[in-house]
């Protein structure tokens, strides 16, 4: 039984660790007027009938805080480049100067710091969520365990240190969350 217990806190374990990730992914791609190369995740471009990942057909880089460039190894691939970034529709507008394309970071207006701390804190609670569904998930096998013959003093220390492991997880969606209102807020 012991060792089902493992397998149970090792899955949980791993259910929250993806959980606090995807909310990571999801704030990387949140624009809070710094350039980043994770703007562009996500993108894919039409690489000769493929549809490919933007990073795989370029190199994208952040010479400054303010612009993004992405450099594709084939000139041949500015313009299909050009239209996936368009139509990602992520409100920023490519600049194809022939060589390399140019995405100049706008500043953010106080409004729109206003919408990205509500979309943060969604995100947040999302990833909260999550986190609470691995919990029942979690207890769920504990009590099916109970039933097959696990002592309650094991089901209830077991069930203790899930509720741990979710307010561990639960601190730490928090922390990023946090770090990324600051980083939102930061004029």
């Not at 691995?134 to 077991?158: F, P, V, Y």
């Amino acid at each position: 039984m012991n060792e089902e217990i493992e397998i149970i806190m090792e899955e949980t374990i791993d259910r929250m660790k993806e959980a606090t990730n995807h909310l990571e992914a999801e704030l990387g791609k949140l624009r809070a007027g710094k350039a980043t190369p994770t703007l562009l995740d996500g993108i894919s471009v039409d690489y000769y009938g493929v549809n490919t990942p933007l990073n795989q057909v370029s190199n994208v880089n952040t010479p400054d805080a303010k612009s993004v460039i992405v450099q594709p190894w084939e000139k041949n691939m500015l313009g299909p480049i050009e239209k996936a970034i368009l139509a990602a529709n992520i409100g920023l507008t490519p600049m194809n100067n022939g060589e390399i394309i140019r995405i100049n970071i706008p500043p953010l207006t106080e409004e729109r710091r206003t919408q990205l701390f509500k979309v943060v804190k969604n995100e947040g609670e999302s990833a909260k969520i999550s986190i609470r569904n691995s919990r029942k998930w979690a207890n769920d096998e504990l009590k099916k365990l109970l039933k097959e013959g696990l002592s309650e003093d094991n089901e209830k220390d077991a069930e203790d240190k899930v509720q741990e492991l979710t307010n561990e997880y639960t601190d730490i969606v928090d922390e990023i969350v946090d770090a990324k209102e600051k980083d939102i807020m930061t004029v």
